[in-house]
Every structure is written in structure tokens, then in C-alpha cells.
């Protein structure tokens, strides 16, 4: 019998994965028209199982697979108590925001968060910035997903195959189905890869986790404290919850509001997303975690991120190369709506508005194309280098944008008061407060909440004391969700 | 306005809402449901008031997409098509 080595298993499973994905790339090109809202938004047609998996993919990024279960193994289920929170919350603004976003971007043809901002408040530079912010929210942190996924083949190789190749090797896959088949072949990955992780966790890990530990009253005997809730800095929790919990305002999740095909996808998707995010996703990351301080005790700070990889590495080495490929589809399902969201910000944002407002559709499309290829090679070259500046954007950018946006989303989406200068400071204020309280964290509160409070200061205190959008612009927002909401006529 | 259409069905979903925040706050402050004693169903306290309050905020998700679902569905569909 041939003996297959790990590091061959790994590029043998890893390279089936990646072949699928590339097929349903190939299907997803087949059925895209070369339009911008095509291209980038699928049509706006997706249904409610792909938009709910498609979301779910992508906010799950490679971070959920290593580092919350790593979180959990450390932190115990107070960790657990703050995901589930943030998990819950989100599904629940998809309801509140979500809902109101599809009808602004349905009725009035919107691609991009800066798209609505600009046009709401009348003001080019609330979308240019806006648009700026999205970027740094996205692209290092795109880098460090890379990064991460080089990583992990180097590890499950044992350095056979190299950080850059492992990298270039998921980059070139990620940028080809991109490519060819934007957000269709995006959002259908995304069911694959969604699919593929959560399956590998409630499949795989959760009864071997539980059976090797033996339950809950076996960990909580040999590590009470694991199932003490509140042991979480409280700071820190509320930055997460408002982060993550807000996440369907970054601009690749807010992209995602504009995709659905009806009301009631968008509604039902939302419904669904109750379900995977805080119990299927969530509650699989928290067992894993928690449990398998009794397998593999004593890991301590972010050697306890690699407890699955030392789980299989233990138990199994051969399913090693599952592993691989289960990380690799949480941060590809990231990374790819990542790559395109970006694309589409400097397209329509940038090349559209101010180099080339006459462009047709189809110059736009191949405009989009042609900056996920310059993405795509860009991320990788960052990759390589481990810069001081990108860790912190990618970590910090998420807070940034979510804190910046909030204010500009209450003005068009709840609140006629505020005017383009609220806006405009909210965004600056709460952008700039979040980032500038990164390394210090002032009282141990997480930046991301220094963020919206600093933004709501000077949001609030502008919108009483600046004009409002005009009358116009009330009525085309908020007299729309009169109607469309309340059934007001 | 509110965020969603004023109904008495709409504020207990609102007010289950209120409640899961509050708690969830008040559980990750340590002042509420922090120790494991009772075991329920075989998990401790801390987890299983977690996840009894996030199912009860589950189902309110639910059912405002069952109960407000219709009619966003009927009010969406008649405003896309008018001309503002």
C-alpha cells in the first residue's frame, strides 16, 4: 500500500477544495452579465439559503475558526456569553437596518454604502470619505487573512510547503473566481465553504470534543472556572458587541443588504441568520474551546488559537489536511466578498464619480474586474511583509469603519435631523476616536467604544445645531419607509 | 418614528428584545447568572441562562420576521413600484 505523507495529503485535499471552488467560479461566470450591479451584487437576485450562507461566510473569517476557539479555550464561556451576544445582534440589525437598506438600494439602484451616503446628504465628500474608511476596514485586513492562510499551510506541512507559496497558492484561486465570476461565483463559494467549516465543527469536532473530555461535568470538575460567566473584561465586551454586533454596516456586509431578491428574502435571511450565527456558528466555536481545555490543558495565550491544529496534530494527523482546507474556507469566504467589495468601492466610488463619470456599464464592469486583479496581487505582495502599520489596520479597521458609519446609517436610515456636517463629523469623529484609542484603550474600554462615543458626541451636538438634508432628500429616504415600513401612504 | 410599525405584538417583541440586552449586560458585568450552580440538563447555570435568554431573543427574531413579514413583503412591493 502507498503511504501518503501529511504535507501530500494536505495539497491533495486543499487542491480538491480549491478545484470546486474554481467550478463553481466556472458557473458562476457562465450566468454573469458584465454589469456593475451584475457583477457586484449578482443582480440583486440571490435567494434566501445563498444570501443567508453568503452572509454567514463572510462574517465568519479565518479568526473564527483558530482565535474564538482559542478565545473560548482561554476565557472559558465568558468569551462564549460575549459571542453569542454580538452573534444575536447582528441578525437583529439585518432586521432593523438590513431591511431599510434593500429598499434605498433597490429603488434607487445603489452599489455601494458611499452610493447612499452621498446621494442622501448631498455631499461628495461623505462618500469619498466613506469610501476611504471602507478601504481601510478592508484591505489589511484582507492581507492578514492572507497571511494567516500561508500560515496555516506552512504549519500543516511542516514547512514544506512554504508561508509565500501556501499564500499565493489560495490568492490565485480567491482571484480567479473573483474574476471571472463576481459576486455569483462569490456567494456560491461562499455556500460551499460555509457549509464546509461549520460542517467540519459539528461534525468532526464536537463529538470527538466531547466524547475525549467527557461532557461539560467532566471540565467543570477538573476546571470550574471555565464555566464562571463574567470573567470577560467588560470594556472589551462591549467593544466586541458593538463591533461585531454592528458589523452589517461594513460596506461588504452592508453590500450584502442590497443583493437580496424580495422583501421577504431579505426578512427571511435574517430570520435564518438567528440560527447559524448565534447557535450553529457560535455555539460550535464555544464547545470546542471550552471542552478542550481538558484534552490539551495548559495552552496559553495564542498557542491555544492552534488547538484544533494540535487536536488533529494529536488524534489525527491525516485529517490535518481537513483542517487546512476548514480554515482556509472560513478566510476564503471572507476574503473573496472582501476583494470585490473593495473593487467596487474604487470603481463606482472613485473611478466612476471622478475619472470617468460617462462610463458605460460594461467599462464599469471590466473597471471592477480589472482592480480585483490589482487587489488580488496587492494583498499578496503586503502578505509577504509583516508591517507594524497593516496588523494594526487590519485589527483595528473593522471598529473604525463600523464607529464611523453608525452616524451617517442613523441619518438616512432613522433620524431626518442630522445633515451632511453631523454626518460628516460623526463619520470623522467616530473613525478617527476609534482609531486613535487602538494602543491605549483609555479605562480598558475597547476602541471601538471610545469610537461611538466620541462619534456621538459631536454627531449629536452637530445635528442640532447644522442645517438638515432638504426637504427632497427627507422625503425620498423616510417618506420611502413610511410607505414601506409603516404602510403609511 | 419607530422602527418598527406601533403595535402591541411589536412591543413585546421590542420589550424581548430589552430584556436580552439588559441581561446579557448585566451577566458579562458578573452581577447576574455567573456561578454553575443548579446544573440544568446537565449544563451549568452561567450557560444555561445564556442560552435560554439568546433562545428567547431567537424566537422574537423569528417571529418579527412571521408577524411583520407579510406586511413589509405587501407595503416593500407597492412602494418600489409608486413614483416618489
Known amino acids: ?489 | 418614528m419607530p422602527i418598527l410599525p406601533r403595535s402591541p405584538v411589536n412591543k413585546a417583541l421590542a420589550a424581548i428584545f430589552a430584556i436580552w440586552v439588559i441581561a446579557m449586560n448585566l451577566q458579562a458585568l458578573g452581577i447576574i447568572a455567573t456561578s454553575l450552580e443548579p446544573w440544568i440538563g446537565g449544563v451549568p447555570f452561567s450557560l444555561f441562562f445564556m442560552w435560554a435568554i439568546t433562545a428567547l431573543a431567537t424566537i422574537a427574531g423569528i417571529a418579527t420576521y412571521a408577524i411583520w413579514g407579510k406586511d413589509f413583503e405587501r407595503n416593500a412591493e407597492k412602494a418600489l413600484k409608486e413614483e416618489m
Open chain 1, 1 to 489: 500500500m502507498v503511504e501518503i505523507s501529511v504535507p501530500l495529503m494536505v495539497l491533495i485535499v486543499v487542491t480538491v477544495y480549491i478545484i470546486a471552488t474554481l467550478v463553481i467560479g466556472y458557473y458562476g461566470y457562465k450566468r454573469t452579465k458584465l454589469t456593475p450591479v451584475d457583477y457586484f451584487l449578482g443582480g440583486r437576485e440571490l435567494g434566501t439559503f445563498v444570501l443567508a450562507m453568503t452572509f454567514i461566510a463572510t462574517y465568519a473569517s479565518m479568526w473564527t475558526f483558530m482565535g474564538a476557539v482559542g478565545a473560548n479555550y482561554r476565557i472559558g464561556i465568558s468569551f462564549h456569553q460575549c459571542m453569542i451576544t454580538w452573534n444575536t445582534l447582528w441578525p437583529l440589525m439585518l432586521l432593523v437596518m438590513g431591511t431599510r437598506m434593500w429598499i434605498l438600494g433597490k429603488k434607487y439602484g445603489y452599489l455601494t454604502p458611499s452610493d447612499m451616503f452621498s446621494d442622501y446628504y448631498d455631499s461628495k465628500a461623505i462618500g469619498v470619505i466613506a469610501s476611504i474608511i471602507g478601504l481601510i476596514a478592508l484591505v489589511p485586513y484582507m492581507a492578514i487573512q492572507l497571511m494567516g492562510a500561508g500560515l496555516a499551510f506552512e504549519a500543516a506541512t511542516g514547512g514544506a510547503i512554504p508561508y509565500w507559496a501556501g499564500s499565493l497558492y489560495v490568492v490565485i484561486a480567491i482571484g480567479i473566481y473573483t474574476f471571472i465570476g463576481g459576486l455569483r461565483a462569490v456567494a456560491w463559494t461562499d455556500v460551499l465553504q460555509g457549509i464546509f467549516f461549520l460542517g467540519f465543527l459539528w461534525a468532526i469536532m464536537i463529538p470527538w470534543v466531547f466524547s475525549l473530555s467527557g461532557g461539560p461535568a467532566a471540565v467543570a470538575a477538573a476546571n470550574p472556572s471555565i464555566f464562571q460567566a463574567g470573567r470577560y473584561a467588560y470594556g472589551q465586551w462591549l467593544g466586541f458587541v458593538l463591533t461585531w454586533g454592528l458589523s452589517p454596516l461594513l460596506p461588504h456586509m452592508l453590500q450584502r443588504c442590497f443583493m437580496a431578491k424580495s422583501p421577504k428574502v431579505i426578512l427571511k435571511s435574517a430570520a435564518l441568520l438567528f440560527i447559524l450565527s448565534a447557535w450553529i456558528q457560535s455555539v460550535s466555536v464555544a464547545l470546542t474551546g471550552s471542552l478542550g481545555t481538558v484534552i490539551i490543558p495548559g495552552l496559553k495565550g495564542v498557542a491555544a488559537d492552534q488547538f484544533i491544529v494540535m487536536f488533529m496534530a494529536k488524534y489525527s494527523p491525516i485529517m490535518g489536511a481537513v483542517i487546512v482546507a476548514g480554515a482556509l474556507a472560513a478566510g476564503m469566504s471572507t476574503l473573496d466578498s472582501q476583494l470585490l467589495s473593495s473593487s467596487s468601492l474604487l470603481t463606482r466610488d472613485l473611478y466612476v464619480k471622478y475619472v470617468r463619470p460617462k462610463a458605460s456599464e460594461l467599462e464599469e464592469a471590466r473597471i471592477g474586474q480589472i482592480f480585483v486583479l490589482v487587489i488580488t496581487a496587492l494583498m499578496w505582495v503586503l502578505s509577504l511583509y509583516s508591517l507594524a502599520p497593516l496588523v494594526v489596520l487590519g485589527t483595528a479597521g473593522a471598529a473604525i469603519c463600523v464607529a464611523g458609519y453608525f452616524f451617517p446609517a442613523i441619518g438616512c436610515l432613522f433620524w431626518p435631523r442630522p445633515g451632511k456636517i453631523a454626518a460628516l463629523g460623526g463619520l470623522l469623529a467616530g473613525g478617527a476616536a476609534a482609531l486613535a484609542t487602538f494602543w491605549t484603550m483609555p479605562f480598558g474600554f475597547h476602541n471601538a467604544v471610545w469610537g461611538f462615543v466620541v462619534g456621538g458626541i459631536v454627531f449629536l451636538a452637530l445635528a442640532f445645531v447644522t442645517p438638515p438634508p432638504s426637504p427632497e432628500k427627507q422625503r425620498k429616504f423616510h417618506g420611502l419607509f413610511s410607505k414601506a415600513i409603516y404602510g403609511i401612504e
